[in-house]
């Protein structure tokens, strides 16, 4: 009753209101915000609309029930309620730094340009480029002003000036400049590796640096996005723009850039110099002058470790892989002294080579071999396709050397092998994969062959590829929507986790006060951890094998956060820290 205005007390006395059309109705009974106030409409037309919105939602249920898991249906409708916070509420969006923007855009600026410097100083001053008829034959040699950003100048540069040699993945493939191929060049030749920054740093100044400044100038000083539940055809969550790439006001959660600097503009609280200035000013806080600070907001993170590989291990049911994936016990290190977690990565090695733990724990070489062979093998790819993938990720090797700890961990982990033909026969004989929370993917499989034996180029990924991967990410990231799907489920529960504001491919981040910290980061971990193996088990009806991992982490800027181990006890300790690492 207290809600309804002194106009429409009056119509309500005079019984006027009854008899006003529908859309009259609705137009009285919202609130000067614009929201609807559904106690202000009459209950008789209130009793219709709940019915026909119960009677819709069932027969949808029911229509869909023999091609979409319930469970899964379920999840995403949970979730929804969340992302929807996300986009809409201002406490749920990451801050700008405006301040720390400036120093970053100028550091770019002079970035860009003394690379440009370097590349124009090995093209010179002309580019000699082809010029060619519809049959591809070269009719004449046209002399250009050397273009840094033109695809076809660097080209000319990399292949015919510096005349370094292309070795195409098969026998189609023509010199180009894409990506990949400038990475492989630039781990052989330090000039082509000047192009891959050159290029790195023109992408980050122009999608990050000047995109995000855009979006904050659009939002009030936050960044926003627009969440995507099915935007991939794998079931990842996807984040951005719509699909006419128009709208500047939301950048892409999905790909924030890897370098600190940038990761630096996104920050939990502005009021955060302040702290840290006074740690310059008065050295360490302690157990009394950290309270100052409580109610600062930090942002709290958890990422899923070894998500995709833990789920191959599950669902390839192998009993070695799933042991070295379950393993908990702490290890004795005699090189240095110290006991050390069990590490997924070091196990694994330790199989596949024989060496002692504590061998592969301090060989960065064996153990970045053994880790990126493991996600290349989700992505379901041997031979010159994992050399390519691993060494592209700065692992040097050789192609001999993969192929040897290919054919050990297919020994020692023969259920890899078996699940990967296990998807790739399914997906020939129904024509999609499907993981096991019941999400299909259609790959046309009949085509692809078609185009392969008539000698067409494939464009993006081959089906057999497509098949394993499919399966295994998109169920080890549902297990992340899973657990989003519980904040809502469990609201009083996770009260102090109500605000996430990031979700960044296997990590979910939260928005909290620092004196709240402690409380949130073991609330945190039972949502992580508990929450998405309940649901498996209880809804799905599954049982699952191999346990969750997942590391908290915090910080008020996004470039710089600290995991908290066992030398992190409290609120202070974690400042200092904090404070230290920035």
């Avoid at 009285?28 to 106690?39: I, S």
């Avoid at 119960?54 to 979730?79: F, G, H, P, S, W």
């Avoid at 110099?273 to 993170?301: I, Q, R």
């Avoid at 464009?459 to 929507?481: C, D, K, R, V, Y």
């Amino acid at each position: 009753p207290d809600a309804f205005s002194p106009e429409f007390k009056e119509l309500m006395k005079e019984k006027k209101y009854a008899r006003l059309s529908l859309p009259q109705q609705v137009t009285l009974a919202r609130n000067k915000q614009g929201a609807l106030n559904l106690a202000r409409m009459p209950w008789k037309n209130m009793v219709l609309y709940n019915g026909a919105d119960c009677d819709l939602e069932k027969r949808v249920e029911l229509d869909t029930k023999k091609y979409v898991n319930q469970a899964l249906m379920q999840v995403y409708i949970d979730a929804s309620y969340i992302l929807h916070k996300m986009e809409t509420d201002k406490r749920c969006k990451p801050l700008f730094d405006y301040h720390w923007h400036k120093k970053v855009a100028k550091l770019f600026d002079r970035r860009e340009h003394k690379l440009e410097k370097q590349i124009r100083k090995m093209a010179g001053k002309y580019a000699y480029i082809p010029k060619k008829n519809k049959e591809g034959e070269v009719l004449k040699i046209v002399k250009l002003k050397f273009n840094p950003t033109s695809t076809a100048h660097i080209k000319w540069l990399l292949f015919e000036k510096l005349k370094y040699k292309f070795k195409p993945k098969d026998g189609k493939d023509k010199p180009n400049t894409r990506a990949s191929t400038l990475l492989r060049l630039g781990l052989k030749h330090k000039k082509a590796n000047i192009i891959v920054q050159y290029r790195q740093c023109v992408k980050a100044k122009g999608t990050y640096v000047d995109g995000y400044l855009k979006c904050a100038n659009l939002n009030e000083g936050h960044l926003r996005t627009n969440w995507k539940m099915t935007g991939t055809s794998t079931g990842r969550l996807s984040s951005g723009k719509t699909r006419d790439k128009k709208n500047d006001s939301v950048i892409n959660f999905q790909n924030i850039h890897g370098d600190e600097l940038i990761k630096c503009l996104l920050i939990s609280d502005r009021r955060y110099s302040k702290l840290y200035k006074y740690w310059l000013e008065h050295g360490e806080f302690d157990k009394h002058t950290w309270k100052k600070f409580g109610d600062y907001y930090v942002d709290l993170g958890y990422d899923f470790s070894q998500n995709e590989l833990r789920q191959l291990a599950e669902e390839s049911g192998d009993k070695n892989l799933i042991k070295a994936f379950s393993t908990s016990k702490m290890w004795y290190c005699k090189k240095c002294k110290t006991k050390h977690k069990s590490d997924p990565h070091v196990e694994v090695g330790h199989d596949l080579t024989g060496w002692p733990k504590e061998e592969i724990a301090h060989n960065d070489h064996v153990r970045k071999l053994v880790k990126n062979m493991q996600f290349g093998l989700v992505f379901g790819l041997q031979g010159e396709g994992l050399f390519s993938f691993i060494t592209m990720l700065g692992v040097k090797t050789t192609l001999e050397e993969v192929n040897k700890f290919h054919a050990k961990y297919f020994k020692k982990y023969p259920g890899v092998k078996k699940l990967q033909k296990k998807y790739r026969d399914f997906v020939q004989k129904h024509g999609y994969v499907q993981n096991m929370f019941g999400f299909r993917r259609k790959l046309n499989v009949a085509e692809q062959q078609e185009r392969s034996e008539a000698g067409e180029d494939r464009e993006g990924s081959f089906w057999g590829n497509q098949a394993i991967n499919t399966p295994i990410q998109g169920a080890s990231h549902q297990l992340l929507m899973m657990a989003i799907a519980a904040l809502y489920r469990y609201k009083n529960k996770y009260k102090l986790l109500q605000f996430p504001n990031k979700e960044i491919h296997d990590a979910l981040y939260f928005r909290v006060k620092l004196k709240y910290l402690f409380k949130a980061i073991r609330l945190g971990l039972k949502l992580m951890l508990d929450e998405p193996i309940k649901i498996v088990n209880e809804d799905f009806g599954l049982k699952k094998k191999v346990p969750l991992s997942a590391k908290p982490k915090a910080g008020f800027r996004f470039g710089v956060t600290v995991e908290f181990e066992d030398k992190i006890k409290n609120e202070w300790d974690f400042l200092n820290t904090w404070c230290k690492a920035n």
